[in-house]
């Protein structure tokens, strides 16, 4: 290469570099002259380092990091920012210095992070975020290219509809099961129990989204209309219950409490707080005056309505309670649990049961055989003459609640039963779980009728995303 060729490369390199060096501050001042966002920039930051000890199940110093809202109001010291003044705001105040008071666990904020959040308050603490951010709510109905295991399914009084939990959504079938004559789309993506009002004007849908939110939902399921939808705590919700006049609903929740609210309004008529693990069940009793409830810590409670106040545990605490079902026409509660022996009680309270180790399971009608593992569904016949239990086994057996004699057993299932459902008008009962089928049998001889995917299926992958 000849010297002129050189010195114009290396001219012209200088030049380039020359341009840069004036052109980067210009460059700075633009990234700097756009507005810190709230939702984009600073929530990841706090869902990070800060949610996990200021969320709304774990509130220290009464502090609620999770949204704006909260935020703004603070805990036990303060607003937690005064907007313009960064050096006024408490939350800056916590996350800076050489040893920071937040976060407790885990790293402190980076030199950039905490620069970020000054910033964003000094230029006004706005809050961008959307109408619809959290929302779990689908653009469409779901598409299924495989069956997603089944937790609840029910009859309609009448017999006419079988509702039948699946993603998102509730898909009602006629009662020969013949294709899907509605589905009922709503926010929750897991749903985990179904109740029909005694006159089959209202269905009632629990739920939630895992850790985030617990959802009642009320539908019309003659006109396939959602009539309410009411977030009840930050976790999912399990066991709901139609009281006798319709007008509330009792269900458990994954925080430990059994409520009941207005079908109406949503309003929280009752909260019950002496269970120790999640709460699985519910069932009024045949006034309505009172309730059972069905946990993980073995007991099934019995609850004033009207008050919350604390019956009596209803029986001996033996296993935790999976499932539960009143008798529907009697007072008397049979479930199943952990070690795998339903059980039949009286719902009283249970204050012959004696003391100490040897206490008298006073309230206990009848066991059952042990099945071949956890029994994690329980139903009765319309005629509360027998019941069907299934599980971890595989297989569902019915029983006379007479005398305990096994009347048949319905197999075929490939894995675990999760929820049963008698048709209160046939000889019918159907069965589903973890398979995610829908199977039909003949609650006399046991022979099954007809068995089919509980969902439609195609050849396309499930929508996985909700519409923003």
Known sequence: MGSATFNHARRSTLCSYLAL??????????????????????????????????HPGKLKGNLDLTTF?????GGKDGPGFKAGEPDASKIIEEVSGAEPSMPKEGDPLSKEEIALLTRWIREG?????????GSFKLAAPPVYSTAPAVSSIAYSPDGKILAVVGYHEVLLYDADA????ARLVGESPQLQSLAFSADGKLLAVAGG???????????????????????ISEDSLYGVSFSPGADRVAFGCGDKSVRVIAVADGKELMKFDNH??????TTFTVDG?????GSRDRAMKLIEVANGQFVDDVNKLLEGVLCLARNPKEDLVAYGGDLGTPRLYRISDNQNRGGGDTARDANLVREFERQPGAVRAIAYSPAGDSIAVGGMGGEVRLYKTGDGARLATLKGHEGAVFTIAFNPTTNQVCT???????????????DLIKALPAVPITAEKPVQKASK
């Open 432 to 446: 589903a779980g973890f398979e995610g089928k829908l199977r039909i049998f003949n609650s006399t001889s046991g």
């Open 276 to 281: 120790t693990d999640w709460v699985l069940g």
């Open 21 to 54: 060096l004036f052109l980067f501050p210009i460059l700075a001042r633009s990234d700097d002259a756009k507005p810190v966002s709230y939702y984009h920039d600073l929530v990841p930051i706090l869902k990070r380092s800060c949610t996990g000890c200021h």
């Open 178 to 181: 013949n294709g899907p004559t």
């Open 125 to 133: 603490a706005k809050d961008d975020t959307p109408a619809d951010a």
């Open 289 to 293: 005056k009172r309730l059972v409830s």
């Open 69 to 73: 809202a909260t935020l703004q109001k």
């Open 209 to 231: 989204a895992p850790a985030r939110f617990g959802e009642i939902q009320i539908w019309d399921p003659l006109q396939h209309k959602q009539l309410n939808s009411f977030k």
